[in-house]
Every structure is written in structure tokens, then in C-alpha cells.
């Protein structure tokens, strides 16, 4: 099955400096990305995903690159805020499965502290 | 407005006892799935349901046990708890089959998940 690992675990930026995190999975049938924003105690929230088909999406200050060959994706996340501050999850999926079986397998999660 | 309703929010158990989690997608037809997250870890994957029907399946424990009913929503029963199932459970839906736009059949929304205490 598929293994996705995610580096760093813990990562401490200033605030206004650029934080990245790395992730790379197994499976090569893989073709959906999703990254996840999770507080604690809270839900993942889906903040940016890209698929297999396309190399770089960015919305705002969020931005995720793919190499397929590698099999690796990255987050970047610009001007990071105290407000980023959160455990992040990257994962991987093979979308485009009917019947409903696109089920994520996800990093171990980063834990990003944006200092003041 | 779309989204994932679960309940109970919290729930406090003996060892040895069963506990009924349940998770409402809305709008109802949705493909569901279960993940277990342990304290500092990542989700994992336990079972997904399709119409009704268990699509995938993946770490859960025999103890466990999860359907969908005729109104999409769905139920993880689990059994024999022991220490080691307090965790977080999430249920997330995503559009599937019915998605009217093929990238957003597989967007899995969390919902706001259960809290299990066995103590």
C-alpha cells in the first residue's frame, strides 16, 4: 500500500519568513495531493491540493509543487503569521476510483510555530 | 450548506465496553470514510462507504464494525474497547460518484470529529 513520509516534524519560523515542507510517497499510482491544516482538537481542514496532471498551484500564500518523478510534493507557505501556527498533514490518494474508494494516507504531520 | 455532522462530540468509556459513533454527510449522497487519529499522530484510514456499501477497507480492528444506512449516514460500532482506541474519530465525506466536476469527487471534508476516552 501506499507510505508517505513527511519532513520536517517540527519546524520554527519568524514570522513574515517562508516555511517547507517536504513529503514523499510510494505508490506511484498515486495522482491526488492533498494538504491539510489541523489545530488542536480540531478537524484536518483542506487548505490546497493538486493533482498528478499539474506541477505547481498556489492561492495566496500557499503554494504546492509536485514532482512526479521523484514522487515528491512540497508545501510553501509565504509570510507566514502567527495564525499558520498548526500541525500540517500532506497526503496522497488515487482519485478517479468509482465507487468511493479514494481513502487519503497521510504524513505524520508537521508541526509549524511561526514566532513573533 | 455541505458538511460532515458527527456525534457524540465526546464520549467517555470502561474498558471493555461499546462504544456507537455516528457520522451525517451532508448533502446526503456522499461517499464516507472513518479515520482513527491516536494523540500526536496522523489519521488513519479505517473503512469508506459507497451507497450504502463498504468500498474500502483498511487498519480496523475486528472489534470494529461500521455500516451506512438507507439515509447515507453511518455508524462505526466498536466493541471490547480497550485503552489503546481512545483517539479522535473523524468521518469525512467526499463527493464521489456524484461530484459535478470530476476534480471534486475526491475532496474529503472532515467532520468535527469524536473524542473517545477509554478508561
Known amino acids: 500500500g501506499e507510505n508517505v513520509e513527511q519532513h520536517p516534524s517540527t519546524l520554527s519560523v519568524q514570522e513574515g519568513d517562508s516555511a517547507v515542507i517536504k513529503c514523499t510517497y510510494s505508490?506511484?499510482?498515486?495522482?491526488?495531493f492533498p494538504w491539510y491544516k489541523q489545530e488542536l482538537g480540531k478537524r484536518p481542514q483542506l487548505i490546497i491540493d493538486?493533482?498528478?496532471?499539474?506541477g505547481e498551484k498556489k492561492d495566496q500564500r500557499i503554494a504546492v509543487t509536485l514532482n512526479k518523478t521523484a514522487k515528491h510534493f512540497s508545501l510553501h507557505i509565504t509570510e507566514t503569521q502567527p495564525e499558520d501556527s498548526a500541525v500540517y498533514f500532506c497526503?496522497?490518494?488515487?482519485?478517479?476510483?468509482?465507487?468511493?474508494?479514494?481513502?487519503?494516507?497521510f504524513g505524520t504531520g508537521t508541526q509549524l510555530k511561526v514566532e513573533l | 450548506a455541505a458538511g460532515v455532522i458527527q456525534s457524540p462530540r465526546h464520549l467517555i468509556k470502561e474498558k471493555r465496553e461499546t462504544a456507537t459513533l455516528k457520522c451525517y454527510p451532508i448533502?446526503?449522497?456522499?461517499?464516507v470514510y472513518w479515520y482513527q487519529q491516536g494523540p500526536g499522530q496522523d489519521p488513519q484510514f479505517l473503512i469508506s462507504?459507497?451507497?450504502?456499501?463498504?468500498?474500502d477497507k483498511g487498519s480496523i480492528p475486528d472489534r470494529f464494525s461500521a455500516q451506512q444506512f438507507s439515509d447515507y449516514h453511518s455508524e462505526l460500532n466498536m466493541s471490547s474497547l480497550e485503552l489503546g482506541d481512545s483517539a479522535l474519530y473523524f468521518c469525512?465525506?467526499?463527493?464521489?460518484?456524484?461530484?459535478?466536476?470530476?476534480?471534486?469527487?475526491?475532496?474529503?471534508?472532515f467532520g468535527a470529529g469524536t473524542r473517545l476516552s477509554v478508561l
Open positions: 497526503a496522497a490518494s488515487i482519485s478517479g476510483l468509482t465507487g468511493g474508494g479514494n481513502k487519503l494516507t
Open positions: 505508490d506511484s499510482a498515486s495522482n491526488y
Open positions: 493538486i493533482r498528478s496532471n499539474v
Open positions: 448533502p446526503r449522497h456522499d461517499t
Open positions: 462507504f459507497y451507497e450504502k456499501m463498504q468500498s
Open positions: 469525512a465525506r467526499s463527493l464521489g460518484d456524484w461530484g459535478t466536476r470530476s476534480k471534486d469527487k475526491n475532496i474529503q471534508y
